[in-house]
């Protein structure tokens, strides 16, 4: 019994010390990042179609403070061009109108009193041009954010192992994780092109 503790112990301590399992985790938790970040960016942009998303960087000046618009209120999408802005408190309604105007949101809010209405208005042809171009150089920075990622631990494997065959073996599967990555976010660059031609 005490040797199948004891060997059950080491087998533990090997998997989870192990410095492959440990790299591969490493390397998904960075690619992750980029993927989350590049999908974020790619959330934000103004499509002609209504999305809360939009407004996540827009900050009011409150009490000398930067507040994020969705803390002094709610905001509600009621058809796929209207979002309304809902302040919890009515003194802060011109403060949040000011600063969507200030904002590179490119729409000026509509003061209904205690509310505000955001129209979207539609694309033309030409601003989705514009945004497709855009959206393949952001495709493009997060190929080599992804590609440096690589490069990086390419680099740590040849110091930290000697192996020529383990080293291989680990590169192999850093090139895999890359080229998994790198199809994600071509995945989500595709079906967004869908969507901006599709509005």
Do not use: C
Request: net charge positive; aromatic share 8%.
């Amino acid at each position: 019994m005490d040797m199948l503790k004891t060997n059950i112990i080491l087998f533990y301590i090997n998997y989870i010390t192990n410095p492959k399992r440990e790299m591969k985790k490493e390397i998904k938790e960075k690619m992750n990042q980029i993927l989350y970040y590049y999908k974020n960016k790619l959330s934000k942009i103004r499509i002609g179609k209504a999305n809360t998303d939009m407004l996540d960087d827009i900050t009011v000046e409150y009490y000398k403070n930067k507040v994020p618009l969705y803390h002094l209120s709610s905001l509600e999408v009621i058809n796929s061009k209207t979002i309304l802005i809902k302040p919890w408190e009515n003194t802060t309604l011109a403060l949040i109108e000011k600063s969507i105007i200030k904002s590179n949101l490119g729409i000026l809010p509509i003061n209904k009193g205690k509310f505000l209405k955001l129209v979207i208005p539609s694309l033309t042809e030409e601003r989705r041009k514009e945004i497709i171009k855009s959206n393949k150089l952001k495709l493009e920075t997060a190929k080599i954010s992804l590609r440096n990622i690589r490069k990086d631990y390419n680099n740590k494997i040849i110091k930290e192992f000697s192996e020529t065959d383990l080293i291989e073996k680990y590169k192999k599967d850093v090139l895999e994780a890359t080229k998994e990555y790198i199809y994600k976010i071509e995945k989500i660059f595709e079906n967004k092109n869908k969507e901006i031609l599709k509005i």
